[in-house]
């Protein structure tokens, strides 16, 4: 069976082999494309509020957002 996974092509690593355990052919459809963002203005203004301690919770909706985040506040910590 083809089963589509709607996933970055650069974060599908290991879901291959994941459905071909299982008799199956993932099909990996990027739908997005991860890239960084025109204005890096709000995610800037984001670190600065977390390094004034000014944030009390931080919700992510994916892994990359935290990826990003965490690349970036290593800038800034320097």
């Given at each position: 069976?083809?089963?589509?996974?709607?996933?970055?092509?650069?974060?599908?690593?290991?879901?291959?082999?994941?459905?071909?355990?299982?008799?199956?052919?993932?099909?990996?459809?990027?739908?997005?494309?991860a890239t960084d963002p025109s204005d890096r203005a709000p995610l800037i203004r984001l670190?600065?509020?977390?390094?004034?301690?000014?944030?009390?919770?931080?919700?992510?909706?994916?892994?990359?957002?935290?990826?990003?985040?965490?690349?970036?506040?290593?800038?800034?910590?320097?």
């Open positions: 069976m083809k089963i589509a996974v709607t996933k970055l092509e650069e974060k599908s690593e290991g879901v291959h082999e994941l459905f071909r355990r299982y008799g199956h052919e993932a099909v990996i459809v990027s739908t997005m494309r670190c600065d509020m977390i390094l004034k301690k000014k944030i009390d919770i931080l919700i992510f909706t994916s892994s990359l957002g935290v990826e990003k985040l965490l690349k970036r506040l290593s800038r800034e910590k320097m």
